[in-house]
């Protein structure tokens, strides 16, 4: 019963494709987000939505959207895939603004541009 | 711009002493303080935090010191055992705001 889910757990495509990621969450928390893990291992926050609103959008290429049809899911769509877009991807999810321990993460995925 | 750096990726203990994990910041607005573990092919999930008006705070073989004059927290595992081996990230959020920074890692291997 995993509390925030991620598919696919691998994904491996070609560059100037375009791909999706799914997220997940059965907690009932209101705010998700998407992270970064670089080459540096550095986890950089992507998206969040709150109660459908984006809240923070850090500077990443518009050929990245997040998608949420409803606040227990937040899916990530990729356009016009590059190389340098391989990393890991996480899914997390929060109740409220505040940090802490409420921040869940999904077991992440790893893309691989090739 | 890292914000948050942990200029150790690897620490090896023996089990049962001490392993001291380091974490720096640099954002003087940060007021508050995690840390995350992280197993291979898991995310990360929550250890321990610490507010700014704190400068320990404790859980069972978990402590974690915050020094705000010298912008350091640390990472404290007494005893240390082999199931703690794992990668433990820092993090640091401004009360309040989501935009929590995470340093790179240090990976802990606890050996028998």
């Known amino acids: 019963d995993t509390a925030v889910s991620q598919t696919p757990k691998y994904l491996v495509t070609q560059m100037g494709n375009d791909k999706s990621i799914k997220c997940e969450q059965n907690l009932g928390h209101d705010t998700m987000y998407w992270y970064k893990q670089d080459s540096k291992k550095f986890l950089k926050i992507m998206f969040s939505?709150?109660?459908?609103?984006?809240?923070i959008n850090e500077t990443v290429p518009n050929r990245f959207s997040p998608k949420s049809p409803d606040k227990a899911h937040l899916n990530l769509h990729i356009n016009s895939l590059e190389l340098g877009d391989s990393a890991v991807y996480f899914c997390?999810?929060?109740?409220?603004?505040?940090?802490?321990?409420?921040?869940?993460f999904g077991s992440g995925t790893r893309l691989t541009v090739v | 711009d890292q914000q948050v750096k942990q200029n150790s990726p690897s620490l090896s203990v023996q089990e049962g002493r001490i392993s001291i994990l380091n974490c720096d910041y640099t954002?003087?607005?940060?007021?508050?303080f995690l840390w995350y573990k992280k197993y291979p092919a898991e995310g990360p999930t929550f250890l321990i935090s610490i507010s700014s008006i704190k400068d320990k705070n404790e859980d069972g073989r978990f402590t974690v010191f915050l020094n705000k004059s010298a912008k350091h927290l640390s990472l404290h595992i007494v005893p240390s055992q082999p199931g703690d081996s794992a990668v433990y990230f820092c993090?640091?959020?401004?009360?309040?705001?989501?935009?929590?920074?995470f340093g790179a890692g240090t990976r802990l291997t606890v050996k028998p």
């Open positions: 954002n003087s607005m940060f007021d508050y």
């Open positions: 939505y709150n109660n459908k609103e984006l809240i």
């Open positions: 997390a999810s929060s109740q409220g603004r505040a940090p802490g321990p409420g921040y869940t």
């Open positions: 993090a640091a959020n401004t009360y309040n705001n989501n935009d929590m920074r």
